[in-house]
């Protein structure tokens, strides 16, 4: 098992990865970052409320599932978003340079550091 910051640092071998941090959903606060090229207090808040609204809207729409990731696909770059399974209220997030990641190896592992985290 591994900490945030050894965690946040196993992400940045990740192929292509610029930066990742692990967010607090209830207040848009980092609890720890690693990396450059995105302003990621600006992106832990602004994720925060991309994560509120697919919680609200899954549960308008009544459904009784989780969330495994969240996918957003820029021209340059993708941003997974990844509430944690053990950790209700926390997300990872990382954003790789899309022309040098591969996002089906990423998303595998940011899912393996995931399980490995120590709180």
């Not at 606060?29 to 207090?41: A, F, N, R």
């Not at 729409?61 to 926390?90: C, F, M, N, V, W």
């Not at 591969?102 to 985290?117: F, P, Q, T, Y």
Request: aromatic share 4%.
């Amino acid at each position: 098992m591994s900490n945030i910051q050894e965690s946040l640092a196993e992400v940045m071998t990740v192929d292509g990865a610029m930066c990742s941090a692990l967010v607090d959903a209830n207040s848009g606060m980092m609890l720890g970052s690693v990396g450059t090229g995105v302003d990621l207090d600006v992106a832990a808040a602004g994720n925060t409320e991309v994560v509120r609204a697919k919680m609200k809207t899954m549960s308008l729409l009544k459904l009784s599932d989780s969330i495994e990731d969240i996918l957003i696909t820029l021209g340059k770059q993708y941003h997974i978003i990844r509430p944690l399974a053990k950790k209700q209220g926390l997300f990872l997030y990382v954003v790789l340079d899309k022309s040098k990641s591969n996002l089906a190896l990423a998303r595998r592992k940011v899912l393996d550091i995931e399980m490995a985290m120590a709180f």
